[in-house]
């Protein structure tokens, strides 16, 4: 009780409890829509979400402040790579902010004359290009934890008695098998970076629907956006699983 009560006391905790909530909505709105005489629990499912949705909007408010702050952070790294995918990601997520602060702004009737869906499309937009980037970033330290993999590999091999030596390849005939198998291992010993891939691939695909370049169902965006909030949940009550910057 004590653990929810801390979780549930942050603001990131709340959004991504709402944000759960929204996107079981969706999925069991899609599940439920085909079936005769759900009609009313589908429709009760939708206005749920929408006001779900609504609510996230408040805790979404201060984040162009956060993100600002992560850039200024962001630029002083010193891996190029990293520094490069985390702040123009950053930067792309201060401008989605901007765009849904200006979408909320509209929706409470505080401005007028302000074309929703072009504004919704930019908050798109801005929203793919920062999870695109969070995404080579992802790839980025998969490709560093294999390669230690392998080098810690080749280095017991090195202090064993046996002549033969060992690689992933001997273990697994096909190159296809013994990439994968790799990349479980590496996945494996860095639990932060796995549930960081996840929670941007699942949260990617919303934008790609949105923007008209993969269309999904609602039933796919609903499970993706459920196990995304699920990751981010995990990282809000435990923060050592939180991907953390070289």
């Known amino acids: 009780m ?3 009560t801390r979780f549930t006391n942050q603001t990131q905790g709340r959004d991504r409890l709402f944000r759960a909530t929204q996107y079981t909505c969706m999925l069991l709105r899609y599940l ?8 009313k629990v589908v429709m009760k499912l939708k206005k749920l979400e929408s006001s779900v949705s609504t609510g996230r ?21 010193t891996d190029p790579v990293l520094r490069l ?8 997520r201060a401008i989605c902010f901007i765009c849904d602060t200006i979408l909320w702004v509209r929706s409470v ?11 919704r499309l930019w908050a798109a937009r801005h929203y793919y290009y920062s999870l695109l980037l969070s995404l080579v970033r992802d790839v980025y330290e998969i490709s560093l934890q294999m390669e230690q993999v392998t080098h810690d590999r080749a280095k017991r091999e090195r202090s064993s008695q046996d ?26 010993r860095h639990p932060p970076l796995f ?10 695909l919303n934008p790609l629907d949105q923007l008209g ?24 009550a435990y923060p050592q699983m939180k991907l953390k910057t070289r």
Not at 111 to 119: A, L, R
Not at 163 to 176: H, I, K, M, N, R
Not at 195 to 204: A, H, P, Q, S
């Open 2 to 4: 004590d653990a929810f």
């Open 32 to 39: 439920l829509e085909p079936k005769a005489g759900k009609e």
């Open 57 to 77: 909007k408040w805790f979404r408010l201060g984040n162009v402040v956060h993100a600002v702050q992560a850039i200024e952070q962001n630029i002083h790294i």
């Open 85 to 92: 995918c985390l702040t123009f990601a950053n930067l792309n």
């Open 109 to 119: 009737g505080l401005v007028s004359g302000i074309n929703k869906e072009k504004w």
């Open 163 to 188: 002549p033969v030596g060992y690689s992933v390849a001997d273990e697994e005939t096909e190159w296809l098998q013994s990439f994968l198998l790799l990349l479980f291992r590496s996945l494996k």
């Open 195 to 204: 549930l960081d891939t996840v929670k941007n691939f699942c949260d990617i």
């Open 213 to 236: 370049i993969w269309k999904f169902n609602p039933g796919i965006i609903g499970l993706g956006g459920l196990v995304s909030s699920i990751a981010g949940m995990i990282t809000v």
